[in-house]
């Protein structure tokens, strides 16, 4: 069984609205990571956030985690044409293992 | 600074038969882990390789193999192959310990059909 699932499965937006795709797990983490893959190729890696942290910014990226509700919630802001992708969140949880995927989100940026 | 290098990019091959995918680790990264990605979903872990030695493994039979190198490189072997192991296989690496700390970087992955 996966360990995050992403919400919602798809979403299709316009260039320069924000978009939030949000994650959710099962068991306690050390930290929850968010991936991008574009056309089924390989995962590029967006931003980290630690279990004792709320917020973390990177450029456009805003990643927020609530331990509490085992809940984490990506947004993009000022989407663009080029933000189209899956996106993916990965926890370590308890699981003694590599990181764990949820299914993904596929965001569709329309210009 | 090469990323991650997977070969090939693509490949067929019949039900029942073996194959082999490749990848090579970015420069100064010691450790590779293996996953599968099938169409519309998220990874798998298959297993991860540190100091050529399988250190974890996934939930996968034991078709799946592996094995790395002295130079960090690593194959992932599949035997018997079964038409529901048509999937995008990615390599990760990272260096020991600090892949579930700061990330890993991913190759683009082979493409395998069995048809």
């Known amino acids: 069984s996966q360990q995050g699932e992403e919400d919602p499965q798809a979403l299709s937006i316009q260039e320069g609205e924000n978009a939030t795709m949000n994650c959710s797990y099962k068991?306690?983490?050390?930290?929850l990571q968010w991936y991008r893959q574009n056309s089924g190729r390989g995962l590029v890696h967006l931003i980290l956030i630690r279990s004792n942290e709320r917020e973390k910014h990177s450029g456009r990226l805003r990643v927020t985690l609530d331990t509490s509700k085992k809940s984490s919630s990506l947004l993009i802001t000022a989407s663009r044409a080029a933000d189209t992708a899956s996106y993916f969140c990965?926890?370590?949880?308890?699981?003694?293992?590599?990181?764990?995927f949820g299914p993904g989100t596929r965001l569709s940026v329309l210009p | 600074d090469a990323g991650v290098t997977q070969s090939p990019t693509h490949l067929i091959k019949t039900r029942g038969q073996q194959v082999t995918l490749r990848c090579s680790p970015k420069?100064?990264?010691?450790?590779v882990s293996w996953y599968q990605q099938a169409l519309g979903q998220g990874p798998q872990f298959i297993f991860q390789y540190y100091e050529e030695e399988e250190r974890q493994r996934g939930n996968f039979p034991d078709r799946f193999s592996g094995h790395q190198f002295p130079n960090y490189s690593s194959e992932l072997n599949v035997n018997a192959l079964l038409l529901g192991d048509s999937a995008l296989y990615l390599c990760?690496?990272?260096?020991?310990?600090?892949?579930?700390?700061?990330?890993?970087?991913f190759g683009s992955g082979t493409r395998l059909t069995v048809v």
């Open positions: 420069s100064g990264h010691d450790t």
């Open positions: 068991t306690s983490i050390n930290n």
């Open positions: 990965a926890t370590d949880g308890n699981y003694g293992q590599n990181f764990v």
């Open positions: 990760a690496s990272s260096l020991k310990g600090q892949g579930l700390v700061y990330g890993y970087t």
